[in-house]
């Protein structure tokens, strides 16, 4: 009797413990293995100052995306004051390391925690508020934090901003964007981590139940005020960790950068990456600070035009109308962002030479 040999045409799943594989076949863990190493051992000896502080600042923002991603993106959560948690986060390293003298390795989840605690108390209103009601509430402890920031003269020193001392890790003395560049990145690839973890656990099941039907989550017996607080603490204790290390990196910092549009790039990050994809906030963050260094060098460039110096125009709104185009037309085009496409790029690569 003749034999059938069956092939699988797929990857499916026998248990729970492959659903919860973060890589579905080798070839994904070979490829991210490959890009680390490229990142770590070539880009930081090739690049030029000035290209590893633009990857600097991607690493800074991917960090701080990430977690409003978690926020917004898995909970449904919509916050408006992730800039001023961000605020909040660079402010407590810098008091935590002049006026108590703790060192680096110290002051930076110090101030991540510090913000997460400010975070919930802004949080709290989540309880009772959502949608509409509650993006009002965030937007108050915007305007709250960036108050406190600037006139809270005797702890944050005002409008003259903190000196933070060079940054020390035991022997290791962390001076210049090379040495700021494995730092940031070891610090993404350790929150990346965490929160893809934290989506695999219960409790990013019970944030994406509340994202979908808080009703029916609170009626599968999901505290849903419990898990929309924690949502809060750890978005917030993103910012703040990145917000802490960003201070470092500048090394003088004042409350100038922590206003509402800072909030509005993070948001603006989230969309355009992929909300609920955190591989998505990493390409949204990006996205727009590439965006916001070609908007930079452009309006520089036009300045000098000739028929805009002789007709007056003002190019300062140029930014904000790139970034009101850039969303509306991720929105209409492609509402999933980046990750979609990058998606579909994998997808394609896949299945080719096939058309299926």
Request: hydrophobic share 55%; proline share 4%.
């Amino acid at each position: 009797m003749k034999k059938f040999s069956f092939h699988p045409c797929g990857n499916y799943h026998e248990n729970y413990s492959q659903e919860l594989n973060i890589f579905e076949t080798d070839f994904g863990r070979v490829c991210l293995i490959l890009f680390l190493a490229v990142l770590f051992l070539v880009a930081p000896f090739v690049l030029s100052p000035y290209m590893l502080y633009i990857l600097n600042m991607i690493g800074i923002s991917a960090i701080a995306a990430i977690g409003l991603n978690i926020l917004i993106g898995f909970t449904g959560q919509i916050s408006l004051g992730h800039g001023a948690f961000f605020g909040v986060g660079a402010y407590a390293a810098a008091i935590l390391a002049t006026r108590l003298g703790l060192p680096f390795y110290l002051s930076i989840p110090s101030a991540g925690i510090i913000t997460a605690l400010v975070g919930m108390i802004f949080g709290a209103p989540s309880g009772r508020l959502k949608g509409l009601y509650l993006t009002i509430a965030t937007l108050a402890g915007q305007f709250i934090i960036e108050y406190v920031l600037i006139h809270w003269d005797s702890m944050t020193k005002g409008t003259m901003g903190i000196t933070l001392p060079t940054t020390t890790i035991f022997s290791w003395e962390v001076t210049g964007d090379r040495a700021f560049f494995f730092l940031i990145f070891i610090s993404l690839v350790l929150t990346t981590w965490f929160a893809v973890n934290i989506m695999r656990s219960k409790y990013g099941r019970a944030f994406i139940a509340i994202r979908d039907n808080d009703r029916a989550a609170e009626g599968m017996g999901i505290p849903i005020f419990k898990y929309k607080l924690l949502s809060f603490g750890i978005s917030s204790f993103y910012a703040g960790f990145a917000g802490a290390i960003w201070a470092y990196y500048m090394v003088s910092i004042t409350s100038e950068p922590f206003n509402l549009g800072l909030s509005v790039e993070y948001i603006a990050m989230v969309i355009i990456g992929g909300m609920g994809n955190i591989p998505g906030a990493i390409f949204g963050a990006t996205f727009i600070t590439l965006l916001n260094e070609l908007l930079r060098y452009l309006t520089g460039v036009l300045m000098n035009v000739g028929f805009v110096t002789s007709t007056g125009l003002n190019m300062a709104p140029l930014r904000e109308f790139v970034f009101g185009l850039a969303i509306v037309l991720f929105i209409l085009l492609e509402p999933k962002g980046l990750a979609e496409l990058w998606r579909i790029v994998r997808s394609s690569f896949r299945l080719w030479p096939f058309s299926y």
